[in-house]
């Protein structure tokens, strides 16, 4: 579909996922044993025929960076096909740092004009889904919209973290919206927004411009409400699966919703694409199972030596698993070594860990899941249990106790 232009917001940390975002923004995060987030979003473009592509970034950029490369995992370079990263920038009446989703594509406004799209499409880069845009698209043509948003279903427990609507559904696909609220205190509608937007482009044009003039700069606030006034806004309605992933425990849920004889998440049959060229993916032997070894329900790669028992977990390439050593409920990135007779549980794990020998970390069961960020230490014999943060590159000799209390952070 030439004639679209897709930009992705690819650019936020997520405080809430705390330590496994201290150096990587959300849409980088490792997912499912092999991909990244930004992934899932990158190949419903590329499946959807939609190939011109600029990508917003700013926290720590460079491992995106490196990962979207010059975009031909996702067959995005050619003469009339692209990606293009577009990072905060200083210049002479604008500011070097996004303030907001809005913000970030009014100050790339002459990146739009040169691509001249008949339409513009807008994502989020860190969701977890499956859609044909092309289904979207067709849906805001039909209806003649001046903006479509996209909106999936959501317990109304947590809806108060949503952008939320009530859309008068017309088809099974939607239909007009007829009130939108912003993360609203008492929720009274299910269906969230996906952060997922077809816009005319001089509706857009027009709806940033008036919105840098009022010093606001996020899309959910402050532009949808205004459009609703004045515009044929639309809502399409996406009943497949949609992981949020925003909180640890949502982000270690999608993940174990890859496992099993009939995961809920069959990421095989969507054909999720990503870049196997990248230094940490490449050049990688077969995964090594050893004699000792037991698994059971589990996902593991190329480059992972697995001597221990491990199950219900996703196992990163380089992933170590000594002998005697136990690994259940648990996510481990890129390269980490979990030494013989250590029990790992319900934890979530960054690349280039060692878990030292003997070492218990984490808690089976529903406890609280367990943080350990990018190159720690972790002494042999030490007990971590749940809920407790471990913050990036801590040695060994930096846990002054034998012993933590749930919840506690190591800093």
């Known amino acids: 579909m030439k004639d679209v232009l897709a930009l992705i917001l690819a650019g936020g940390r997520v405080d809430e996922l705390d330590v496994l975002t201290f150096f990587r923004p959300k849409s980088i995060m490792p997912f499912g044993g092999l991909y990244r987030i930004i992934d899932f979003p990158m190949s419903n473009l590329s499946h959807s025929g939609i190939e011109r592509v600029g990508i917003f970034s700013q926290y720590r950029p460079l491992h995106l960076m490196e990962h979207i490369s010059n975009g031909a995992p996702w067959d995005m370079a050619a003469r009339d096909r692209f990606i293009t990263i577009l990072p905060p920038f200083k210049g002479r009446e604008i500011s070097d740092w996004y303030k907001g989703t809005a913000d970030a594509v009014y100050q790339n406004l002459d990146f739009v004009s040169r691509a001249n799209p008949e339409l513009i499409l807008i994502l989020s880069g860190d969701h977890i889904y499956k859609m044909d845009y092309r289904s ?42 007829l009130q939108y ?67 640890p425990l949502e982000y270690w849920q999608a993940n174990m919703d890859l496992l099993g004889r009939n995961p809920k998440l069959d990421i095989r049959s969507w054909e999720i694409l990503t870049n196997i060229s990248h230094r940490i993916l490449r050049d990688r032997p077969p995964a090594l199972i050893g004699e000792s070894a037991d698994v059971e329900n589990s996902l593991f790669y190329g480059g992972c030596t697995i001597k221990g028992k491990v199950k219900n977990s996703i196992l990163f390439p380089g992933v170590t698993v000594d002998e005697g050593a136990v690994v259940e409920d648990s996510i481990i990135f890129f390269n980490t070594m979990v030494k013989k007779g250590a029990t790992v549980a319900r934890t979530i794990i960054d690349i ?23 190159g720690v230490k972790v002494p042999e014999g030490i ?10 590159n801590i040695n060994a000799e930096h846990f002054a106790k034998s012993e933590y209390k749930p919840g506690d952070v190591i800093q």
């Open 181 to 247: 609220e912003e993360k609203p205190k008492k929720p009274d509608s299910e269906w969230a927004s996906l952060t997922i937007y077809v816009f005319k482009p001089q509706v857009l044009l027009d709806a940033l411009t008036a919105n840098a003039q009022n010093n606001s700069h996020e899309f959910g606030k402050d532009i949808i409400p205004e459009l609703l006034k004045t515009c044929n806004v639309y809502g399409y309605t996406h009943r497949g699966y949609w992981g949020y992933t925003r909180t």
């Open 352 to 374: 280039q860990v060692e878990v030292g020998k003997g070492a218990r970390v984490g808690k089976d069961g529903y406890g609280d899941l367990t943080l350990i960020g990018m």
């Open 383 to 392: 007990t971590i249990p749940e809920g407790v943060r471990i913050h990036p």
């Open 136 to 177: 979207l698209i067709n849906f805001h043509l039909r209806n003649k919209a001046d903006l479509t948003i996209a909106f999936a279903k959501v317990p109304k427990e947590g809806a108060h973290r949503f952008g939320l609507a009530h859309i008068e559904e017309e088809t099974k696909q939607g239909g007009k919206i």
